[in-house]
């Protein structure tokens, strides 16, 4: 099966649209604690994950230990839930060949966020590697992503919206991230591409609201994953830890869930 096919049999198996984010602070860890709070995170949270996303940073700012740390994680992750690689890699050439090998060939993800900015051919080498999924930036959840990506063009769209055009036209395999924060853009690129796979940070400690991701983005399985990240990972403190990340991400599982009926 592709990326997307497994997503979409994870997300109907588990009755959910969870992605679990898994970056660990640096203010709050020490590296060598690191990948046995992932393993309890994961431990705890799998049945509510329909996927995972460990951003790379939040290793690579550990040094080599943080990239055993991370290889300790992806270990420790059920086979049947999918990985994305939040790495956002954005080059040409063989630079792009050289990331895509990394993240595909070495890491073993099974998807991974990219840039899009300089064109198709700084994506081509990661949509080449066939199932694979590759999430293009197209609106993102940070406040001054409007600078650049709400600029509007010749063609009277807006710079995302050619973004959300472009990139899905490129493969199948290539879907969108687009940010919960801004679910006008989000409802706007649903309906530019409505069979596209979109992937939705940006609810919980950034504010999005998960009855309006669903209302502007649908719930269909394999073509929307919502990702948490601080608000699982970080949801308690102390020795009930996992528990807490446990519950948070049950919560957003269920207030997706409650929100797919209201749909038109």
């Not at 504010?207 to 669903?214: K, L, M, T, Y």
């Amino acid at each position: 099966m592709t990326y997307f096919e497994r997503l979409a049999a994870r997300s109907k198996a588990a009755g959910t649209l969870v992605c679990v984010g898994l970056d660990p602070d640096f203010r709050r860890h020490s590296v060598e604690d690191v990948a046995a709070y992932n393993r309890a995170i994961i431990a705890a949270t799998a049945p509510f994950a329909a996927c995972y996303k460990p951003n790379i940073a939040f290793y690579e700012q550990f040094g080599i230990p943080g990239l055993r740390a991370l290889e300790a994680t992806l270990a420790a992750i059920p086979g049947d839930i999918p990985v994305i690689g939040d790495v956002k890699r954005g080059d040409m050439g063989n630079t792009a060949e050289a990331y895509a090998r990394a993240m595909f060939e070495q890491w073993g993800f099974d998807a991974v966020t990219v840039a899009g900015y300089q064109g198709l051919d700084s994506v081509a080498p990661f949509l080449a590697y066939e199932g694979r999924g590759v999430y293009v930036l197209c609106r993102t959840s940070n406040p001054s992503s409007r600078e650049f990506q709400e600029l509007r063009l010749e063609s009277g769209r807006m710079l995302f919206e050619e973004v959300a055009l472009v990139a899905t036209s490129w493969s199948p395999n290539a879907g969108l991230v687009v940010g919960a924060t801004a679910p006008d853009e989000l409802r706007r690129v649903r309906a530019l591409v409505p069979q596209a796979s979109l992937l939705v940070p940006g609810v919980g400690a950034q504010g999005g609201r998960p009855e309006e991701v669903i209302a502007a983005a649908g719930a269909e399985a394999g073509r929307i994953v919502v990702n948490a990240s601080r608000s699982i990972y970080y949801a308690g403190d102390g020795p009930n830890f996992a528990e807490a990340a446990a519950a948070a991400a049950r919560l957003l599982r269920d207030q997706l869930a409650a929100a797919a009926p209201a749909l038109a």
